[in-house]
């Protein structure tokens, strides 16, 4: 498969994803609850204008050389410490939920959006300056870890665990994919899911969300509520759905179904044959951005595109499996169908530096994974 077709099929999947977007936030939106800022008749006004400012920002950036980008990107990385720091302000911070994820200032927005994208950059300007040194400790490892650790902090004490769970998994595949020690990553992993532990057991509400994911059923009325009902929602959807509006599960029943638990009114409405549409245009996706990752010549554009199709991949399979029970609740949204304009604008942006790569960057016939292994035994 070529870049140019795989950027196609790239944008061919958006799309689909985003039309259904918004055909589910109509569906889901009027049985919303309303809030001091949107009413539900508008969540499918404001989400079309999500979606076009999205675009417009996307084929903006895709006729910009992302080259460009390199002599910012410290600066963006700083922006967006700054940024996330401003969340904890009294003054700037917004907390919703009992979560601080929020800053307003004439506008409201999650910081931990725009993070995705600027840690990618970080992470793929420091490899690509030191690529002969990536499968070193220090500088492959210990100091890019530094760089992607402080973003990655803010949010997780943001009470984001399931964006900092999405995003270091997006970090770990970016640096693995550049040369950075396996055994070193792992043992990264297992101190992190050590951690993760400590934080878990010594959180009442965490460890009442972890109870609830072992018995939904006798959570049904609490923690688990959300879980339980969008379980409901998959059995009453069957194989192809009760048809398009005609769920029930979202009148009152499952909590934020416009938001993160949207995939659960797709089973509902669309049925197996919807849920499984959603899964494979996510997962050709995927693999078209990999199949262009690993065809790009650039280093740079190499790693930024295997950084960008992980945000997009990573939070997707999360909220897919929180929503049919196979992980704890988190609180992802699903990229491109999820009613919320940060997480919207921010991952179509995404889609437009993808195809600033194709674009601006010529395709090599070999295969990346050789040059990775040689690269990996040059530096013992």
């Known amino acids: 498969m070529s870049t140019r077709l795989s950027i196609i099929c790239i944008w061919v999947c958006f799309i689909s994803l985003l039309v259904l977007g918004v055909v589910m936030v109509a569906s889901t939106g009027l049985s919303a609850p309303p809030t001091e800022n949107v009413a539900p008749e ?39 410490c700054f940024l996330l720091f401003c969340c904890y302000l009294p003054v700037v911070g917004k907390t919703l939920n009992g979560e601080s994820r929020w800053i307003s200032i004439g506008i409201t927005f999650q910081p931990s959006e725009l993070a995705k994208i600027c840690l990618m950059l970080a992470l793929a300007d420091w490899y690509t300056t030191h690529r002969e040194m990536a499968a070193t400790v220090w500088k492959g490892f210990i100091l890019p870890g530094i760089i992607f650790a402080i973003p990655l902090a803010l949010i997780l004490f943001e009470k984001d665990m399931g964006t900092t769970a999405a995003l270091a998994m997006s970090g770990f595949c970016l640096m693995y994919t550049a040369g950075t020690r396996t055994w070193v990553l792992l043992l990264t992993i297992l101190l992190a899911a050590l951690a993760l ?59 934020f179904a416009h938001t993160d638990f949207i995939f659960a009114e797709i089973g509902e409405e669309w049925g197996f044959v919807g849920t499984v549409g959603v899964l494979m245009l ?49 609180g992802l949204p699903l990229p491109f169908i999820s009613y919320g304009g940060t997480n919207l604008v921010f991952t179509i942006t995404a889609v437009g530096l993808l195809t600033s790569i194709q674009r601006y960057t010529p395709a090599v016939k070999e295969n990346y994974w050789p040059a990775r292994r040689k690269a990996t035994r040059n530096h013992p």
């Open 42 to 80: 508008s969540y499918l006004y404001k989400q079309c204008g999500f979606a076009l400012l999205g675009l417009g920002i996307a084929l903006v950036v895709s006729r910009v050389d992302y080259h460009r980008l390199r002599p910012w990107v410290w600066w963006i990385w700083g922006i967006c």
């Open 197 to 255: 532990y400590v934080m878990t057991t010594g959180s009442a509400n965490r460890m009442e969300r972890i109870e609830a994911w072992f018995d939904p059923q006798a959570f049904s009325q609490g923690a688990g509520r959300q879980q339980w009902i969008s379980m409901l929602a998959f059995a009453r959807g069957g194989t192809f759905g009760v048809g398009l509006g005609d769920g029930i599960e979202k009148y009152g029943n499952l909590p």
């Open 282 to 330: 996510f997962t050709i996706m995927t693999l078209s951005g990999i199949i262009m990752a690993l065809q790009t010549q650039d280093t740079f554009g190499r790693l930024l595109a295997t950084g960008l199709v992980c945000t997009i991949f990573w939070p997707a399979a999360l909220n897919m499996m929180v929503v049919t029970s196979i992980l704890p609740n988190s």
